[in-house]
């Protein structure tokens, strides 16, 4: 019960009326996991995120977090954009510390605790770089590493590979089950892919789209988590499933399937 | 596959193009650096050998063009009794008073309404509103007000600049993306830090150059605001100079004017260069 999704209901008000977003979400997740929701557009994803993120805050229900309600966005919740959000005047040293920095830790700890993590996403050599220096999987690493410098509970992505080509991408979801083999982090990510969510989750939730709803749970059971577990038929049933699943609700068009 | 057959075809009225290559109409790509330097000092040099040709080789009367020896000679006279050095100075400072005021208090009122929608809602009607009135129409009640001395002329910049700097580093903060903003409160952050810390660096480029497009704006009025009863100032100069019929004084005025204001210009890009690597590659 560490990250609690509690009967949440997000409305907007528009021209022609209430637009349901999401309606009567419920997720419960372990320390630990690693989570991917998957929906078309429309299945309000980034909206349940941001309710998450406290970047919004829902109609009715509630998100809990260590058993604390979230009422607005905080470092206890790591985040990865899906547009590069780096500072772009800062370098990568200066970005990965700006969060410490804000929440008062004294000069040399965010220092050492910057660096530390940018060896852990492997650019320490580009500490002194400023963003516009690197490729857009490293401007997510860096990204990365600065949501992980604060410690988080969880970190909460949202499509954080979706503007990377396909073998960047793919370097990417092996670098995201290392790190969370190492770091034991929960992570929370939404996206359209549905291999991407095979290959990165332990559980999977697929929306589905007007109002976003759960529409199932998915343990995801692989028996390893290389690249080549792709060409497994294992990991084709989920995929099939899930690919299923969403396309029964007519939003075939609006997936991407990599 | 086989245009030719079939009946639908519109093959036939397509009307076949190309583009050839070119060096001079090269068009938002970069030109060989021997080519823009050479055009770049043909600027410069094309009018200034024109002058000189018309005058030395023409009939007009010096009262009416002087030639540039003549504005040379009359820029020894003007810099050997002081008098111009004198004059350059006291444009300068109204400049420099006028402006800094109009920049200390348009820069961060512009962050504001820019970043606030409650301050831009209170203060853009009544600035979008001043900045139609056009600086030299306010010089009556500036008179009627301050008087004659410094304080109107100053006055004069100060409208002139203050009312289009907010509005344009207003617009600047516009492109300051909301995700920044986001990730600094996830980061931790509070809305000053996100403002003092996010916007203000994001947005400086954009208020140098705001900066610079209106540093000439007040070089413009400080000439205007010398019709107010100015005993000294470049734009006093000309229009004395303008009185006696003294057309080679008149010129010398205008070139250091133009000098002058390109030097900021200059500078002001420097400052942009220097102080914000990071944004080299947008502008």
């Known amino acids: 019960m560490f990250l609690q999704i509690k009967q949440l209901n997000k409305h907007f008000a528009t021209q022609t009326g209430t637009l349901v977003v999401l309606k009567d979400i419920d997720m419960t997740i372990a320390q630990g996991e690693f989570i991917c929701a998957v929906g078309a557009s429309g299945s309000g994803k980034s909206t349940l995120l941001r309710q998450i993120a406290g970047l919004d805050s829902p109609t009715t229900g509630e998100v809990r977090i260590d058993g604390k309600r979230v009422t607005g966005p905080g470092p206890d919740r790591g985040m990865v954009f899906q547009h590069y959000t780096l500072f772009p005047w800062m370098t990568v040293q200066a970005n990965t510390e700006f969060g ?47 949501a992980l410098a604060s410690e988080p509970k969880v970190l909460l992505m949202d499509e954080p590979f979706g503007a990377l080509d396909i073998h960047t991408k793919e370097s990417m979801h092996e670098f995201m089950i290392d790190l969370w083999q190492r770091t034991g982090i929960t992570v929370f990510m939404i996206t359209h892919d549905v291999e991407e969510a095979v290959f990165l989750a332990n559980r999977i939730y697929a929306l589905g789209a007007r109002p976003g709803t759960v529409r199932k749970e998915i343990e995801v059971k692989l028996p390893d988590r290389s690249h080549t577990i792709k060409r497994h038929a294992i990991f084709h049933d989920y995929r099939d499933e899930l690919m299923d699943l969403l396309r029964r609700h007519g939003q075939e068009a609006a997936l991407a399937v990599a | 596959m086989n245009q030719s057959s079939d009946p639908r075809s519109i093959q036939s009225l397509i009307k076949p193009k190309s583009i050839r290559p070119t060096v001079f109409w090269r068009l938002a790509e970069d030109i060989p650096r021997p080519l823009n330097t050479t055009l770049m000092v043909s600027s410069i040099a094309v009018p200034l050998l024109l002058w000189w040709l018309v005058t030395t080789f023409g009939t007009i009367d010096p009262k009416f063009l002087p030639s540039p020896a003549q504005v040379m000679e009359a820029f020894g006279r003007l810099w050997s009794t002081r008098e111009l050095l004198k004059d350059t100075v006291a444009s300068l400072w109204r400049v420099g008073v006028g402006f800094l005021l109009a920049a200390t208090f348009s820069i961060p009122i512009g962050v504001l309404m820019g970043s606030f929608p409650s301050i831009r809602a209170l203060l853009e009607p009544v600035f979008g509103l001043m900045r139609y009135m056009p600086a030299p129409a306010f010089i009556p009640l500036l008179i009627l007000y301050l008087g004659i001395g410094e304080a109107p002329k100053i006055t004069l910049i100060f409208i002139g600049v203050f009312f289009f700097n907010s509005l344009m580093v207003m617009d600047t903060v516009k492109f300051v993306p909301k995700d920044l903003i986001e990730a600094t409160y996830m980061l931790g952050g509070n809305r000053w830090e996100a403002l003092t810390q996010v916007i203000v660096p994001h947005v400086l480029p954009g208020i140098l150059d705001a900066c610079r497009i209106n540093l000439a704006a007040a070089w413009q009025l400080v000439i205007v605001s010398e019709l107010i009863a100015a005993t000294e100032g470049l734009g006093r100069r000309i229009s004395v100079a303008g009185r006696f019929l003294k057309t080679d004084e008149i010129f010398v005025g205008l070139i250091v004017i133009g000098i002058i204001g390109l030097s900021f210009d200059l500078l002001f890009q420097y400052l942009l260069r220097v102080s914000c690597k990071w944004a080299s590659q947008k502008r």
């Open chain 1, 100 to 146: 410490l920095k804000l929440q008062g830790v004294p000069k040399r700890q965010r220092r050492e605790q910057a660096s530390y993590y940018l060896n852990v996403v492997g650019l320490s050599q580009f500490a002194q770089a400023l963003p516009k220096e690197l490729s857009g999987g490293m401007k997510q690493r860096v990204a990365i590493a600065r």
